[in-house]
């Protein structure tokens, strides 16, 4: 995808994208025009391959702008890597109190990020048994956020996926055999084959679909799905 | 030092750096030998300021290399990001409980730096009102920790900067007017006068002294010395 990112790239302001690799997580982020930004031209061409990768993308329409407020934020918790990316506004969160994680920059979502794993925190010290656990408490916790307003966001332990949509969330899994995709915005067209390898199972999830002719799951509002691996391991409604 | 930088990365495996910008701390990261790798190009060429920088070489020569065991460490601590690079091994010291940060890879150095964010938070849940309490408590678990073997290290919690040597610690602070230096290990000549502005005050410090016909400070073994803006505040021994 280095053409299409080019382009896209030119059109973005502020930009930020989190690898994992491993168990380790490596972040770049822009606060900067991304086609003057050299930040940008690395990952447009930083060919490791990761399991999961968020990226955040947004005009520099309002906030300030540097590097403690650009998404994903991460921390660390019970050894893993977390990161997290929002797309809204919540009212009133920055009043929420915390206690272990606190923010380093001024925006709502990354204190909501920490009130998140705060709760996560509090209520297991150490990794529960067993995963449902974490994932019914994080479709309590996102609900919650969601009533402040727009609460779009990505949340990645290194393992788990977890994506809440509030107004706008789609989400594509491709896999062989790959074919070529056309991008909505551009008159780009992308040929996966050429990208990926007969193995390789990609999800793509996104405020909204990125090309035409293929089968977007186009997410309810106030609805949860957690990814592991690549595929839907479960989706949810949040007023269920 | 664009051109003396290429040669050094010629010679090593495995790097990383931390800038502070503001209150954000960007790392980049490279457990690849870094003649061949883009990160190592993208830091070559970073031109932005930093009041605080942290860099950590070595030859993998002991270790699994990847992402996760690769310094500096970061965290975040009452809003602030701190990081964390040490030079040496530290016996035992991964049996050490830990309660609030959890090491992310198997290093025993991001383990001991989870253990003085512990103890820091442990003692001061909040900011305390004088810095010398952090000061103070820092110089007492660094001697701790030095107790278990070589403890090279630098601390950074944005502002203030630690540096504890155990055996090998050296620093140098340039101002205008600044010159030409010459590096011991390469023939190679730096004009600082084309790379700073005359209020710039840049203080490096390093596991060894760099250049020759410089007044580098030799720290002594069990000392401590702190910064901030570039500039040395205090120095202590530890047996005092």
Same mark, same amino acid.
């Given at each position: 995808?280095?053409?299409?990112?080019?382009?896209?790239?030119?059109?973005?302001?502020?930009?930020?994208?989190?690898?994992?690799?491993?168990?380790?997580?490596?972040? &770049?982020?822009? @606060?900067?025009?991304?086609?003057?930004?050299?930040?940008?031209?690395?990952?447009?061409?930083?060919?490791?391959?990761?399991?999961?990768?968020?990226?955040?993308?947004?005009? $520099?329409?309002?906030?300030?702008?540097?590097?403690?407020?650009?998404?994903? &934020?991460?921390?660390?918790? =019970? *050894?893993?890597? /977390?990161?997290?990316?929002?797309? *809204?506004?919540?009212?009133?969160?920055?009043? /929420?109190?915390?206690?272990?994680?606190? @923010?380093?920059?001024?925006?709502?979502?990354?204190?909501? &990020?920490? /009130?998140?794993?705060?709760? +996560?925190?509090?209520?297991?010290?150490?990794?529960?048994?067993?995963?449902? $656990?974490?994932?019914?408490?994080?479709?309590?916790?996102?609900?919650?956020?969601? !009533?402040?307003? %727009?609460?779009?966001?990505?949340?990645?332990?290194?393992?788990?996926?977890?994506?809440?949509?509030? %107004?706008?969330?789609? =989400?594509?899994?491709?896999? $062989?055999?790959? !074919?070529? $995709?056309?991008?909505?915005? %551009? #008159?780009?067209?992308?040929?996966?084959?050429? #990208?990926?390898?007969?193995?390789? +199972?990609?999800?793509? +999830?996104?405020?909204?679909?990125?090309?035409?002719?293929?089968? =977007?799951?186009?997410? #309810?509002?106030?609805?949860?799905?957690?990814?592991?691996?690549?595929?839907?391991? !479960?989706?949810?409604?949040?007023?269920?």
């Amino acid at each position: 995808m280095v053409a299409s990112t080019q382009k896209f790239l030119e059109q973005i302001d502020v930009f930020g994208i989190a690898f994992y690799e491993g168990r380790g997580c490596r972040t &770049f982020h822009d @606060p900067l025009p991304g086609c003057e930004s050299k930040i940008a031209e690395l990952v447009r061409t930083h060919t490791v391959k990761s399991l999961n990768v968020i990226c955040h993308i947004r005009k $520099a329409t309002n906030g300030r702008v540097c590097l403690e407020n650009t998404h994903p &934020f991460t921390r660390e918790l =019970w *050894g893993r890597s /977390w990161a997290f990316a929002h797309n *809204g506004r919540l009212k009133g969160v920055k009043d /929420w109190p915390l206690r272990f994680y606190k @923010p380093i920059g001024t925006t709502d979502s990354e204190h909501a &990020f920490c /009130w998140i794993l705060d709760q +996560i925190r509090r209520h297991h010290p150490a990794p529960p048994k067993r995963d449902m $656990a974490v994932l019914r408490l994080v479709r309590e916790l996102t609900a919650r956020l969601n !009533g402040c307003g %727009t609460f779009n966001m990505m949340l990645c332990d290194s393992r788990y996926l977890y994506c809440h949509c509030s %107004t706008d969330l789609s =989400w594509l899994t491709r896999r $062989a055999p790959f !074919g070529e $995709a056309h991008l909505i915005d %551009t #008159e780009l067209t992308v040929d996966f084959a050429k #990208e990926t390898t007969p193995r390789d +199972i990609v999800t793509v +999830i996104t405020t909204r679909p990125l090309t035409h002719h293929e089968p =977007w799951q186009v997410m #309810e509002r106030g609805s949860i799905v957690v990814f592991r691996d690549g595929l839907p391991v !479960g989706a949810y409604r949040q007023s269920a």
